[in-house]
């Protein structure tokens, strides 16, 4: 994206806004309650028209929301084959093998209503990330995660990113900024580059 500009009314939340995520990247955004990066995240991806500048997308984008995208009344199974079409995969096999590494590979029958709230946010994760998307988008993925989860979910980052794919995190936890290649911190409305993770 770059001089991306996004208003709500006379609230000017992105204010010129410059970010290039490369392949093979993990790049973590961080900033205040408010401070604007869930609109920054929903612009990169097409949810929100940007009021000025430009965004330029190359190849599958996945997108993670703090929200889920469940249907409570759904089956585990039944997400994965309704994502399994929309994406126009030969198969689910992908999305199983996600839910062995994040740890829940017997919830298949289960509707996503009875599921945890760690669980639900699993099976979110797994429906953006199982088409393989060239750029993954990740609104503080592991809300409701235990400390096993968590783990298994950076793991995960970082073979997803020495695969060639990009990722872009929101976090809040102080402890998760030495996962990232290039940390960002989003400001009154501008994006600022923090030192490089060692």
Not at 45 to 67: C, I, K, N
Request: with cysteine.
């Amino acid at each position: 994206m770059k001089k991306v500009w996004k208003s709500y009314g006379a609230r000017a939340v992105l204010r010129g806004v410059d970010l290039v995520v490369e392949p093979g990247c993990l790049v973590g955004v961080v900033g205040e309650n408010g401070a604007g990066k869930t609109t920054l995240l929903r612009t990169m991806v097409g949810e929100l028209a940007p009021d000025h500048g430009t965004v330029h997308r190359e190849g599958e984008v996945g997108y993670s929301p703090q929200e889920t995208v469940i249907n409570p009344l759904l089956s585990v199974a039944q997400h994965l084959e309704l994502f399994q079409e929309a994406y126009r995969l030969p198969d689910v096999d992908r999305a199983l093998a996600l839910l062995r590494v994040l740890g829940c590979p017997d919830a298949l029958e289960q509707r996503a209503g009875t599921l945890s709230g760690g669980t639900r946010q699993k099976l979110n994760l797994v429906l953006a990330l199982m088409h393989q998307p060239t750029l993954l988008v990740l609104d503080e993925p592991y809300q409701g995660f235990d400390w096993d989860t968590h783990q298994r979910f950076w793991r995960l980052a970082r073979e997803l990113r020495n695969g060639g794919q990009a990722l872009i995190v929101v976090s809040h936890l102080v402890h998760d900024l030495g996962q990232f290649d290039t940390v960002y911190e989003l400001r009154d409305g501008l994006l600022t580059q923090g030192a490089r993770a060692s």
